[in-house]
């Protein structure tokens, strides 16, 4: 996941981002065991933006910008160690659903 120019991902452990490679960022926070990371795919602005929030945290922040728009999007999780749960809505959420950022704050670069 990440490692072409049409797949996007975030790596909470490395502190990176990945399209058609790792990115490094620094700004990212540390994942840590028992974390709850949620994923948004906006497909609703003008750009297509991937969020994400640890623990509910909100807004959430927003990771890539992306200039194109697509009409649907793939979801997918790859690991290493520990142990994972992935709730994709067959079940209630643990945190009430992202809340999309302000427009007018600080955004990441356009990919």
Known sequence: VGDCKTSWAVDGLRLQWWHGG???CPDLTKW?????????????????????????QSPATTL?????????????????????????????FKYPELQIPNPSAPQPPTL
């Open 22 to 24: 790792p990115i490094p």
């Open 32 to 56: 840590s065991s028992g974390d709850t990371i949620s994923l948004c795919c906006d497909m609703t602005a003008e750009k297509t933006k991937l969020l994400y929030s640890i623990n509910g």
């Open 64 to 92: 890539f910008e992306i200039e194109e728009q697509f009409e649907e999007m793939r979801f997918g999780f790859s690991g290493n160690k520990g142990q994972y749960r992935v709730n994709l809505g067959d079940r209630p």
